[in-house]
């Protein structure tokens, strides 16, 4: 990052809170249950589906977890009342994995049990390399309970994705389940590629490989070589919305997903295709804390969010 990317950051990181309320009011869905559904209702009508996150991570005391226990239990309930076509994505670190791990495996259990009493997926957001292994480890326990409605993230600037990518596949077979991304922390040189375009070329490399092994794969991002690539991808192997994926009976193998308030053309133009895609709609009181972090953690996102103010047409809602 420059110097002038290194100020974006510190004027955004100043700007008052109900600036940074007014910017965030696009990406996130409001601070309750109701702002969410609310949300999700309005952009059914084009074609999306969901995966929710309630807003926190990394929590300082076990007691902490039981907020996110029950703030899940509600969207849960809320998904089934309302009949969103709706998943969740959940942090491990927020249900106490840094804390209290035995605790943390059942907090997780719970509500991937009651989720798949509805058939709804539970999916393991990707936190930093701490928990890399961690995360999969649950994955893998999960799994191994008969609880296969859950799916992992996967990050492509990690060097070790690669091997993790076969390791799930050969143990999970046709319910590998995963969403690909970049990756939003900014790891270092010796786990990770820390370039924009080696990232990408790694990032596509893994597209083909989870659509080899037969995994189902969710693209998760908004940069168009990528999307392109993944396009050019599916076509090769006779993959796309109108052919069944190799998992019998589980649609056509793949999904885009992007954030809410993110490059929302690209994504319409994908569903109209007939692509599925699905938004990540993260809500919750704690907004103001996880944009200030998504700041620290990756200044690109004050450069993302400075370029769609100025210039709006980079990135439609
Ligand atoms: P970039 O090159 O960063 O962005 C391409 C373009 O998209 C930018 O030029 C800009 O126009 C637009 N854009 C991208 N991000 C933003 C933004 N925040 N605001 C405004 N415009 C933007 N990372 C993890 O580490 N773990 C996860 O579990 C995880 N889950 C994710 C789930 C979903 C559905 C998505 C879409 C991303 C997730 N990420 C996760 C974040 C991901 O790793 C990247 O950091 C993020 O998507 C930015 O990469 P990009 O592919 O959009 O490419």
Redesign the pocket.
Known sequence: MGWFGRLLVGVTKRMPRFMISFVARR?VAGSDVKSAVKVMKRLSSEGACF?VDVLGEEITSIEEAEFFTNEYGQMLDAIIEHELDANLSIKPTAFGLLIDEEKAYSNIEQLIRAAAEHDIFVRL???DHRVTQPTIDILLAMHAKGLTNVGA?L?SRLFRTAGDIDAICTALGDAADF?L?????LESADISETR?QPIVDAFCGHIDQMLDRGAYTAI????IP?IKHALASLKSRGLGPAANGPRKGKGPGYEF???L???GNIRRRLAKEGHRT?I?IPYGERWYEYSMRRLDE?P??AL??T??ILMPW??RR
């Open positions: 990406y995966t957001d990707m936190e993230v990050q969403r991304c970049k990756g939003i922390y924009y998760a991002g908004h940069d990528v997903q992007m954030l308030g993110v490059r699905r990540y990756n690109d996102v993302h969010l370029k769609s980079t990135n």
